[in-house]
């Protein structure tokens, strides 16, 4: 597989002196997913992880039901293919990836999920089954970046664990925030690993994009050290998705759901 980081020589500015040095610095690697010898789609990733990301994205697409329906899968590292066979590829759900689909939300007309296959494939999450403390919040953040080794030697992926309340069950990282998604959702595919009971601790920003990934994968709860969007918690409150963000210093803000956590009296 192509490296996940390489050196490069940069000139570098600091403290009013130049000097000549290397800098580590993230790849990315096309990948070309072929469904029965049919050209699919093409994504850009970190180059590892890439059987588990190709499957996270398939299931939270729709295109596949479970783990169980790919029948086979192979990836060509040099030619950056990943083939994958099945009979029950859902292919109307390609038709769908990129229409537009207007819904009301709780009620009110005001724009809802954005493609079709988003409103196929996102869950409402109406059980409670995660609660935790406002200092767990700030732990599971704390070892999440923690853990994210190639971020800090490149400063160049998202990262995001899967969580429970004593810690981090699986992290992955990737140059793109779904791709990373993607990979936890995978994992948890091939290996049979619950995930409703489970907390999404990710770096970037909360769009609606991660949103309704997040919905996808099945998670009641999601905690970003960044900023949420508007449409963003639109969603979460639609899907009842428990939203806490700008986790740093000390702070936090819970934006939806609040009831998951406990909050010190």
């Given at each position: 597989?192509?490296?996940?980081e390489?050196?490069?020589?940069?000139?570098?500015?600091?403290?009013?002196?130049?000097?000549?040095?290397?800098?580590?610095?993230?790849?990315?690697?096309?990948v070309?997913?072929?469904?029965?010898?049919q050209?699919?789609v093409?994504?850009?990733?970190?180059?590892?992880?890439?059987?588990?990301?190709?499957?996270?994205?398939?299931?939270?697409?729709?295109?596949?039901?479970?783990?169980?329906?790919?029948?086979?899968?192979w990836?060509?590292?040099?030619?950056?293919?990943?083939?994958?066979?099945?009979?029950?590829?859902?292919?109307?759900?390609?038709?769908?990836?990129?229409?537009?689909?207007?819904?009301?939300?709780?009620?009110?007309?005001?724009?809802?999920?954005?493609?079709?296959?988003?409103?196929?494939?996102?869950?409402?999450?109406?059980?409670?089954r995660?609660?935790?403390?406002?200092?767990?919040?700030?732990?599971?953040?704390?070892?999440?970046?923690?853990?994210?080794?190639?971020?800090?030697?490149?400063?160049?992926?998202?990262?995001?664990?899967?969580?429970?309340?004593?810690?981090?069950?699986?992290?992955?990282?990737?140059?793109?925030?779904?791709?990373?998604?993607?990979?936890?959702?995978?994992?948890?595919?091939?290996?049979?690993?619950?995930?409703?009971?489970?907390?999404?601790?990710?770096?970037?920003?909360?769009?609606?994009?991660?949103?309704?990934k997040?919905?996808?994968?099945?998670?009641?709860?999601?905690?970003?050290?960044?900023?949420?969007?508007?449409?963003?918690?639109?969603?979460?409150?639609?899907?009842?998705?428990?939203?806490?963000?700008?986790?740093?210093?000390?702070?936090?803000?819970?934006?939806?759901?609040?009831?998951?956590?406990?909050?010190?009296?």
């Amino acid at each position: 597989m192509a490296p996940i980081e390489v050196s490069r020589e940069i000139l570098r500015f600091r403290n009013g002196h130049t000097e000549r040095t290397e800098d580590s610095i993230v790849t990315e690697y096309p990948v070309t997913v072929k469904i029965n010898g049919q050209e699919f789609v093409t994504m850009v990733c970190t180059p590892e992880h890439i059987d588990e990301m190709v499957i996270g994205y398939l299931a939270s697409e729709g295109i596949i039901k479970k783990y169980q329906d790919i029948e086979d899968l192979w990836v060509q590292e040099k030619s950056g293919f990943v083939h994958i066979k099945t009979e029950k590829a859902n292919v109307l759900s390609r038709n769908f990836q990129n229409k537009r689909y207007l819904t009301s939300c709780c009620g009110m007309s005001r724009q809802g999920f954005v493609f079709v296959n988003d409103a196929l494939t996102a869950k409402k999450m109406n059980k409670k089954r995660v609660k935790i403390s406002i200092n767990d919040c700030f732990r599971l953040m704390n070892e999440m970046q923690a853990s994210a080794e190639t971020f800090h030697q490149t400063g160049g992926v998202h990262n995001a664990a899967l969580c429970d309340a004593d810690g981090i069950v699986l992290s992955r990282m990737d140059i793109g925030r779904h791709n990373a998604l993607d990979k936890i959702y995978g994992h948890c595919l091939k290996n049979n690993i619950s995930i409703g009971d489970k907390i999404l601790v990710f770096s970037g920003r909360l769009s609606s994009e991660i949103l309704l990934k997040v919905a996808k994968i099945g998670c009641e709860m999601v905690l970003t050290k960044s900023a949420p969007t508007e449409l963003a918690l639109k969603l979460a409150e639609e899907l009842q998705i428990t939203t806490v963000g700008f986790i740093r210093n000390q702070s936090l803000n819970v934006y939806t759901c609040p009831e998951r956590i406990q909050i010190p009296s």
